[in-house]
């Protein structure tokens, strides 16, 4: 009875690996990324459009509560600032948290404490390699992309060397900035960057393709 109660056992344990094994492998393909922040006039939605896509998505803000008071987006974005390393400032975080507040709450400009900006953005005409590196850094470039490695966009060598014949690779590059592109390098968009200016992006087209 014994040896009888073990062969069938055995039996049931081949049948399952011979299931497992005939299985197909599991494939997991996510949906591109489609959706946008919500346009504002405040100065927190270029900072948000800059500065938030680098890590997640737009879902992860529709996603949040309704009716969050301007305090608690601030809490929820210095969350990423601290938890997570976010290259974001003091003052970038109230001002994203006000543009969050206006736009996903309901609440007015005047309420949350934040004026549209009116300020003029300056020019980068004729810009220098100083002038490409604190774009960079203010736009958090190097978070996404190396001068010779990949991290989570190509490389500025693999994009020189991609457009290297193409007579329109500056205008070309520095449109997809300034709008955003998904596609061409993987399943992870890049995020547009509006508040840089026709000059500024240019330049920063420039200097990738110099490498």
């Not at 974005?77 to 969050?100: C, F, S, W």
Request: with cysteine; proline share 8%; charged share 20%.
């Amino acid at each position: 009875m014994k040896l009888l109660i073990a062969q069938t056992a055995g039996l049931i344990a081949l049948c399952v690996v011979a299931v497992f094994a005939a299985a197909e492998p599991l494939s997991i393909k996510l949906p591109t990324e489609t959706a946008k922040l919500r346009p504002s006039s405040l100065p927190g939605y270029a900072l948000a459009t800059q500065k938030c896509q680098i890590c997640h998505s737009v879902d992860y803000i529709e996603y949040q509560p309704p009716g969050m008071i301007e305090s608690q987006w601030v809490a929820e974005v210095r969350k990423m600032q601290h938890a997570y390393a976010a290259p974001i400032t003091d003052d970038e975080i109230n001002r994203i948290g006000a543009y969050l507040a206006a736009s996903y709450s309901g609440k007015q400009a005047q309420e949350v404490g934040l004026q549209p900006s009116t300020a003029p953005v300056p020019s980068t005409q004729g810009a220098t390699m100083t002038d490409v590196t604190t774009l960079l850094d203010q736009n958090s470039c190097l978070n996404c992309h190396a001068i010779d490695k990949k991290l989570v966009g190509p490389s500025y060598r693999d994009v020189a060397a991609r457009y290297k014949n193409d007579p329109k690779a500056v205008d070309t590059l520095a449109d997809r900035m300034g709008k955003g592109s998904s596609g061409r390098w993987g399943g992870i968009p890049m995020p547009p960057f509006p508040a840089l200016t026709p000059d500024e992006l240019k330049s920063l087209a420039v200097f990738v393709l110099s490498h």
